[in-house]
């Protein structure tokens, strides 16, 4: 299956060494490039792309509330959007984070780190950059709540669930997590589904934040980082 990819950037120059990056190889292909949040917003729309690399700092409409509209459209489910940022540890990352991306990534990546974290969040089992985002979250989410959802109730997950939740929280992926509990991986991938669904999540990345947010993992606990 070929991942499409949408590229979201006010520099030109930025966006074509996206592109030939991208287009290189045979899985992945642009489906188009948009200058600011709203026209990437229009785009997304009409083109349906699995993957938006977004820029922070935009004009018209930044990267931020764009993603937010993304990812608060149900018509867009299917759409990740990877945060491209200057400064990898900042509150405008976590806002994002918290707006629903499912990453973030530095404009100087490697290319082959940034071609594995296209394919990464498209399939969605491992959530991209563990450490980095476990870091960022667990500095960021005791100092300021989120301002567009409540921290979502835990009440209606199962024991198992809630031991997936922490693990998924704590970075490791699904196939990880089947070796640590022993189950198949199959039976984790549902596990996951379930625990996205009960706790109205986008993905991997709104886990962690749920798992910090209610206490359920505590970074002063020492749990890993």
Do not use: W
């Amino acid at each position: 299956m070929t991942v499409r990819v949408l590229l979201v950037d006010d520099q030109a120059l930025v966006r074509a060494g996206f592109r030939v990056l991208i287009d290189s190889e045979p899985d992945l292909e642009v489906v188009g490039e948009a200058s600011d949040g709203a026209e990437a917003l229009g785009l997304i729309r009409a083109r349906l792309p699995q993957v938006a690399l977004m820029d922070i700092r935009m004009p018209v409409m930044d990267g931020i509330a764009a993603t937010r509209a993304i990812c608060a459209d149900p018509k867009l489910s299917g759409v990740k959007v990877v945060v491209l940022t200057t400064f990898g540890h900042d509150e405008y990352v976590f806002a994002a984070l918290q707006a629903g991306a499912s990453g973030f990534l530095m404009k100087d990546t490697a290319p082959a780190e940034l071609l594995a974290a296209v394919r990464t969040v498209a399939i969605g089992d491992s959530l991209l950059l563990p450490r980095r985002t476990r870091r960022l979250i667990e500095d960021f989410s005791g100092r300021r709540r989120p301002v567009d959802r409540p921290t979502p109730s835990l009440d209606a997950l199962t024991d198992r669930e809630r031991e997936v939740l922490v693990l998924v929280g704590r970075g490791l992926s699904n196939d990880e997590i089947a070796a640590e509990l022993t189950l198949s991986r199959l039976t984790v991938k549902t596990h996951v589904s379930r625990t996205l669904a009960k706790l109205s999540a986008r993905d991997r990345a709104q886990l962690v934040m749920i798992a910090y947010e209610t206490g359920l993992l505590i970074p002063a606990a020492g749990d890993g980082a």
